[in-house]
């Protein structure tokens, strides 16, 4: 695991490297921490008050504490669309501005000032890391179980599932192994595991066995189509169906391998054309009712 570990924080901190003044305070945070318990988060997405996102230099998700690298010139952190698709996985793992603590440092301070701002801001993770009684961080979690423990599931959770068996253990199933991604669940749910189609330009979206799953710009909505230009999708049957249980199968922006990210609960809205749409009528799914 300390090789996880090893590569996370390289392929992490690899991340600002173009970024000269941010990738020096960013590296010396870290050197100057010297701990391991703590897991630094690069380039972390933040859901403002007003439903946009910005990215965040460095975050410490086990005590809600972000760190801004101020570099003197405007700073964009609008999202572009590239961004958007690529690091989706990243995007439901956004935190809300108005629940974590922002420590500002200026890169256009002499060398003095900045490493009179970092001593500070180490000072300031050593004490909320002792005051909140963290739990170390391992790249060997199980994440169904710390699901199962706090008694639900959230899209803002930093919980993500290997396979499609792990993330059903937190609705109470003991799978030794499933392939498929849409089945009943129960009287009231369908479980949905789509894979992320991700739109290359002109035209051509990556897709899985002909289908198509693309989010909205506010993750608010699903579009569900096949390929085929002609394909006709069926009308809405009788009666009203089925809420979907939703987990997102999406690339792991720091190892680039697959896992389930939950997106929330979708529900049939209409068709237009040849695609279905889903629109998400809940963030969060209480597990207590499948694990008693």
């Known amino acids: 695991m300390m090789n996880a570990k090893r590569e996370y924080l390289v392929r992490t901190f690899s991340r600002t490297k173009r970024k000269d003044y941010e990738n020096y305070i960013l590296n010396r945070i870290w050197n100057r921490l010297n ?23 460095l975050y410490f998700p086990q005590i809600h504490l972000g760190i801004e690298c101020d570099e003197g010139h405007h700073k964009s952190n609008a999202l572009n669309d590239e961004i958007r698709t ?17 420590e500002r440092i200026d890169a256009t301070d002499s060398i003095e000032m900045i490493h009179t701002k970092i001593e500070e801001i180490v000072q300031l993770i050593n004490k909320l890391a002792s005051n909140s009684k963290i739990i170390p961080w ?10 199962v423990k706090k008694g639900t599931l959230s ?12 993330a059903m253990r937190c609705l109470g199933k003991n799978y030794d192994s499933l392939q498929k991604s849409y089945w009943k ?10 894979q992320l189609s991700i739109d290359i330009g002109q035209g051509n979206v990556s897709n899985t066995r002909g289908w198509i799953n693309l989010f909205n710009k506010n993750w608010t909505e ?37 896992k389930y990210q939950f997106v929330g609960i979708f529900q049939w809205d209409h068709i237009e054309g040849n695609s279905v749409f889903y629109k998400r009528v ?8 499948y694990n008693k």
């Open 35 to 57: 701990r391991l318990d703590l897991k630094p988060v690069t380039q972390q997405y933040v859901k403002r008050a007003d439903g946009k996102y910005a990215l965040l230099d």
């Open 86 to 102: 690529l690091e989706i996985g990243k995007m439901f793992q956004a935190v809300k501005e108005n629940e974590i603590k922002i």
């Open 138 to 147: 391992s790249e060997d979690v199980d994440y169904a179980a710390l699901a």
């Open 155 to 166: 899209v803002y959770d930093e919980f993500t599932f290997r396979t499609i068996s792990e």
């Open 185 to 194: 669940f129960n009287e009231r749910y369908m479980m949905w595991f789509p």
């Open 222 to 258: 699903i579009e569900e189509k096949r390929m085929e230009k002609d394909y006709i999708p069926l009308n809405l049957p009788e009666g009203k169906p089925r809420d979907r249980i939703t987990f997102m199968k999406v690339k792991d922006p720091i190892f680039k391998t697959n």
């Open 282 to 289: 809940a963030e969060e799914i209480d597990l207590t009712p």
